[in-house]
């Protein structure tokens, strides 16, 4: 296939009878980098590539709802570069200590439902999966159904900032601590093009994390994680002490952040130039998403004209999936039926 320049639109024939490829993005968090997905997916629509399915986790999740649930990318660049952090703050703080937290995040709940227009999973008109992490089990929860907010706050609960989210009798907490870029959901999706997108700060790009990460992986972060581990139990404050103890060990025992190329699909790692808390600043991070995009799209090109060959997902349509609603499955593995 001849090279594509910025702009055109290309239609890629699929591996069997001719039919387009399906192709799936994972969506990883970063708070306002996160806006960077915006960057990655106009850039992808520019190539005449539309996402068929939607997996993400914490910022990344708000984001591909949004997405899935057909706001025009355009309209959402526009919105999201005219946004101040005063647009954002009032609207999401609740004193929450009481609850083993900073906030409630009850607010934040309300705030998403907002913005998602009260849409539950079977509204969108692209396949939806949230990630969430079960803190009582450690265990990586994947959403598909139901409304929307409730599915997002869960995701970007960060711990100690916002309190759990209770959830089918579940305690649930931010997706990003044990999958930072749920790229592995997609093995089990049927996609024949997988791309997973991050927007978080790499330890190999920080000095301060790539310091604290040793600190951790030494006999006193060792010692750490097990005083955090025994002090883990029931109520606000065992739930928070269990939540930290699960943030120092996915730090502790994860290598660096996926390199780009590496693993199973191609990973686009966005860089972008602002803190995660700087939502006035997203027009430079859905910039730097375009732009890694376009970096990325030789390794892209190569994947969709040789895809992978696998039979159909079981569970697909996500949205329509009845026997797949809300399942959970061990941090770092695929969904499964339950």
Do not use: N
């Not at 579940?170 to 601590?177: A, F, N, Q, T, V």
């Not at 959901?185 to 790539?210: F, W």
């Not at 097990?226 to 269990?242: E, T, V």
């Amino acid at each position: 296939m001849p090279g594509v320049c910025p702009g055109e639109l290309v239609s890629y024939g699929g591996p069997r009878g001719g039919r387009r490829l399906r192709v799936g993005v994972a969506l990883g968090g970063g708070s306002a980098r996160g806006y960077a997905h915006i960057g990655v997916l106009a850039a992808l629509e520019r190539r005449g590539i539309s996402p068929e399915v939607v997996v993400g986790t914490s910022f990344g999740a708000v984001i591909g709802a949004l997405y899935a649930s057909g706001r025009d990318l355009a309209g959402l660049r526009a919105e999201a570069e005219r946004l101040r952090r005063r647009d954002v703050f009032p609207h999401i703080l609740d004193v929450g200590v009481a609850r083993g937290a900073l906030l409630r995040g009850d607010r934040l709940e309300r705030y998403f439902e907002r913005l998602v227009e009260g849409r539950h999973f079977e509204d969108c008109r692209v396949a939806l999966a949230v990630v969430a992490t079960d803190l009582d089990s450690g265990e990586r929860v994947v959403l598909r159904s139901g409304p929307l907010a409730p599915a997002l706050r869960a995701s970007a609960t960060l711990p100690g900032l916002f309190a759990p989210v209770s959830l089918d009798g579940r305690r649930l907490i931010d997706g990003g601590i044990g999958t930072p870029v749920p790229l592995d959901m997609l093995r089990a999706e049927g996609v024949d093009v997988a791309i997973g997108v991050g927007a978080g700060v790499e330890v190999r790009d920080s000095q301060p994390l790539r310091l604290a990460h040793r600190a951790l992986a030494a006999a006193p972060g060792a010692a750490l994680r097990a005083l955090l581990a025994r002090s883990g139990g029931a109520g606000h404050w065992g739930g928070l002490a269990k939540a930290l103890a699960l943030t120092v060990d996915a730090w502790a025992d994860a290598a660096e952040a996926l390199a780009e190329g590496e693993g199973d699909g191609v990973h686009v790692q966005t860089r972008p130039p602002i803190s995660w808390l700087r939502f006035d600043r997203a027009a430079a991070a859905i910039h730097a998403g375009d732009a890694a995009l376009e970096a990325a799209w030789p390794r892209l090109r190569g994947s969709l004209e040789s895809p992978r060959q696998q039979p159909p997902a079981p569970g697909l349509p996500m949205a329509a999936a009845a026997g797949l609603t809300r399942s959970a499955c061990p941090t770092g593995s695929p969904p499964t039926r339950p």
